[in-house]
């Protein structure tokens, strides 16, 4: 059994370390969406996913909201390279424009390199 527990370890640390790896840029926005495109932002934040995943370096998406309803849009990619090269492509733009339209104000992001995991 302790050698099962070793072995177990070892394969986390190796994932981890994978991890780290992958998941080393991360955008976080707060966005303010109107009180009445709330349930409507939510499924086209969810249908975008499926353009936004398909982009090079792409790791992750998420639309996060607090107890009180205000919400952050989480975005992982590779590098920041990857996300940049996402970020000017018409894609991008056109999805930027209508999330747009579901927002009283532009979103307000921060940029994070993954430093520690």
Do not use: Y
Request: proline residues 3%.
């Amino acid at each position: 059994m302790e050698l099962f527990n070793h072995e177990f370890d070892n394969l986390r640390k190796e994932i981890m370390c994978l991890l780290a790896s992958v998941i080393m840029f991360v955008v976080i926005s707060d966005i303010k969406i109107k009180s009445d495109s709330v349930d409507d932002f939510k499924k086209w934040f969810s249908e975008s996913n499926k353009i936004v995943s398909k982009f090079d370096g792409f790791v992750n998406r998420r639309l996060l909201e607090t107890s009180d309803g205000k919400h952050r849009v989480l975005v992982e990619f590779e590098n920041l390279d990857k996300f940049s090269q996402m970020h000017k492509s018409p894609e991008h733009e056109k999805l930027h424009s209508t999330a747009a339209t579901f927002m009283e104000k532009l979103p307000e992001p921060r940029f994070f390199t993954v430093v520690s995991q």
